[in-house]
């Protein structure tokens, strides 16, 4: 959609090429619906109900009144409606002619039919006083009560410019001043990421204080580039090094510490009186032992490294999450995995969780600033369960940061380039979307690898069971068609010409040949058996995992697209700012800022990726390698009894019956299924992640004792 302009509480604010159009001094609600202007055609008299038809030789030269298109509307010829494009200039013949309906003639000369809540009137302004600086206008605040008129059949009216299409979801000044009077100048869409991470409150207004402090009221100043002075005048507003971000060239973040490892493991079932019961999760982070600075990134931990363990359950995660949201509004969250209702004591679902769990902080302490937040640091390390518990309701009740999470970020000074940072999140855009898709692909593909590995281990079992109804004569439920034709001819218990005495595959009473043959054969029917197990638990527990890890790489363009809209967003009010007719440095600077968050983010995704699949390949070919290796050191074991000298051995004694044999009428089909990794969050799109909705309903429910007033009754009881 198309976007409103800002609020000209600036004088410096820019105008848009749309706005450009006399304006009238009575700048207060002017062109609302309960203006006579809206209404002014209905005195002209009224045109016949009947339905309108295009043969009337008086329509084409009926002069009507201008309008716009508000939606794109596809129109049935058959019914004679019109077909028109959100923005087209429109004429409207006669406002209802029934049902909702008004006759409308487009500016390519088509008359029709087209939905009354489809179009806008369109008029004209009178000029506003203009300020004495060149290049500036002010704006004064009507005390009319009365709103102006404008006629909509002035002949004098200038042809309207085309409107100009945005991308930031937002709409254009149909209305400007209802945007003004009522928005601020804000964005229209008020559910953006734009605005509710605070990114537009920060370009607009900045932060006139900071929330960490209420006693300060003074406007905080923000610097391109940290100094000295900045950093003491955090300190002196008790500011915490958590709360301060820094950016690199690259635009990157900088980490403050270095990497470490969080492993989630040995899950527990626990019971409460209160909560009933509940799963219990161990949390080891592993600290490297060896010396790094806080600019390696990459550090390796050593073989001995400290390690802290804490005991967390689910909903401990789902308050790190929400405490995360709020305090780093500007940076992109992995999704918490959904909770689960039923089942969820299920040997198999416990496990998926808590991959998924561990996948879910590995992501956050791989950010480099998420991982040094306060509640990341007391999440990992706070042992003790009374002091944790104390904790909870503090960041459940924590404040959103808003704008000023983007007032702590320093960055170097006019490192963005608006034409390089549009191309940029295009290009990342088209990228992040197309991964998205290929990797549904590959999620997809890879199911099918891992069926094809239970069909492996099925031919696999089959061939050993054919095998040993060879040498037995004995009949198999998995291949009846080869033991059909024997068990007819050879019916006599003792099965007299088809195995001897000494279980030899052999008519004859004593052949130590036939014996050698039949034990190795036996041999090679056990090992297949085995061959059969390894490629039976590969796919049920090795490529489980590696099935399960590709949701880390799912949906990078649900996680990111917060980002992206900011981006797009910051670069249309960035573009304003720094027009040579309308420039404003204060503006154009904090964009600046939010531009260096948001393209730090994309840098993020870009190492995160690079590990993420790196990782996920080598794992997959390690175990690919490790079960070939497997298979093929038993395959060779059975080959070496058809050697001389393992077969003199084999001769010595009688064939004992292979444990395989009372399986031989078990069908092989009968295993059991595949178990399947549980689904991303993002899997069920478009419906909204339980996560969210618990983080939503969390910041109802828990209010600060500072907002308002008011506080909740959870918050009392905590407190």
């Known amino acids: 959609m198309a976007t409103l302009p800002r609020s000209a509480k600036q004088t410096s604010a820019s105008v848009s090429t749309f706005d450009k159009r ?316 959904d909770k689960q209702y039923a089942g969820r004591f299920n040997a198999a679902f416990v496990e998926a969780r808590r991959g998924d769990l561990e996948r879910y902080i590995d992501r956050i302490v791989r950010h480099p600033i998420a991982r040094y937040a306060e509640v990341v640091t007391s999440f990992l390390s706070c042992e003790d369960d009374l002091e944790w518990k104390r904790l909870v309701p503090q960041f459940l009740s924590t404040r959103a940061a808003g704008p000023s999470f983007f007032a702590h970020v320093y960055h170097p000074e006019f490192n963005v380039d608006l034409s390089d940072a549009s191309e940029t999140i295009e290009r990342f855009d088209n990228h992040v979307r197309a991964v998205g898709r290929n990797v549904q692909g590959l999620r997809g593909t890879f199911s099918q690898v891992r069926e094809a590995r239970i069909d492996m281990s099925k031919a696999e079992r089959l061939l050993s069971y054919s095998l040993l109804c060879l040498i037995t004569a004995k009949p198999s439920s998995s291949a009846p068609v080869l033991c059909a034709v024997e068990e007819e001819e050879n019916a006599s218990p003792q099965l007299r010409g088809l195995v001897n005495d000494e279980g030899a595959w052999c008519w004859r009473e004593v052949c130590e040949d036939c014996l050698q043959l039949t034990k190795a054969v036996q041999k090679a029917a056990e090992t297949l058996q085995s061959v059969a197990d390894l490629y039976d638990d590969h796919a049920r527990r090795t490529q489980l995992a590696t099935h399960e890890s590709l949701k880390a790489v799912a949906h990078p363009y649900m996680t990111y697209q917060g980002v992206i809209d900011t981006h797009r967003s910051t670069s249309t009010h960035y573009a304003e700012a720094t027009a040579d007719d309308t420039s404003n440095e204060d503006v154009a600077t904090r964009c600046e800022t939010v531009l260096n968050v948001t393209m730090s983010e994309i840098d993020t995704y870009h190492t995160q990726k690079v590990e993420d699949f790196t990782t996920l390949t080598k794992d997959h070919l390690d175990g690919e390698i490790a079960l070939y290796e497997q298979i093929l050191t038993r395959l060779k074991t059975a080959r070496k009894a058809f050697d001389p000298l393992h077969s003199d051995e084999l001769g010595r004694s009688p064939r004992r019956p292979s444990r395989f044999e009372k399986d031989l009428d078990r069908l092989v089909n009968d295993v059991e299924p595949l178990p399947q990794p549980c689904p991303h969050v993002y899997d069920s799109a478009p419906m909204r992640p339980v996560s969210v909705a618990i983080q939503g309903g969390v910041g109802m429910l828990m209010r600060s004792s500072s907002s308002a007033g008011r506080t909740s009754v959870l918050s009392r009881l905590w407190a």
């Not at 605040?141 to 085309?162: C, G, I, Q």
């Open 22 to 337: 006399p304006r009238s001094d009575l700048d207060l609600d002017a062109g609302i619906n309960s203006s006579a202007a809206w209404t002014e055609h209905l005195d002209r008299g009224s045109l016949s109900d009947d339905e309108p038809a295009n043969d009337d030789p008086t329509l084409p030269r009926q002069k009507g009144i201008r309008a716009r298109a508000l939606y794109q509307f596809e129109g049935k010829a058959e019914f004679r409606e019109l077909t028109v494009e959100a923005g087209d200039e429109l004429e409207v013949l006669k406002q209802d002619v029934g049902d909702g309906w008004s006759l409308v003639r487009t500016a390519r000369g088509e008359i029709g039919l087209l939905p009354t809540t489809y179009y806008t009137y369109t008029m004209s302004f009178l000029s506003a006083p203009s300020d004495s600086l060149p290049g500036t206008r002010t704006k004064e605040v009507s005390t009319d009560a009365v709103t102006p008129r404008a006629s909509p059949e002035d002949k004098s009216e200038p042809e309207l410019p085309p409107l100009i299409p945005q991308n930031t979801g937002e709409w254009r000044n149909i209305f400007p001043s209802f945007r003004q009077g009522l928005l601020g100048g804000k964005t229209f869409n008020r559910l953006s990421s734009f605005v509710t991470s605070g990114a537009e409150e920060w370009v607009l207004n900045g932060v006139p204080g900071l929330e960490d402090n209420s006693r300060i009221s003074v406007s905080i100043p923000h610097s391109r580039f940290s100094t000295a002075d900045s950093m003491a005048k955090d300190n002196m507003l008790g500011i915490g090094e958590v709360d301060r971000h820094f950016v690199d060239a690259g635009p990157t973040w900088q980490p403050k510490i270095p990497r470490f490892r969080v492993l989630v493991h040995s899950p527990t079932k626990r019971s409460s009186g209160l909560s009933g019961a509940y799963t219990v999760y161990n949390v080891t982070s592993l600290f490297s032992s060896s010396e790094c600075t806080a600019s390696d990134d990459e550090a390796a931990p050593s073989p001995t490294p400290m390690f802290i363990t804490v005991q967390r359950r689910f909903s401990h995660f789902v308050v790190l999450h929400t405490a995360l949201l709020r305090r780093l509004p500007g940076i992109a969250l992995p999704p918490l995995p």
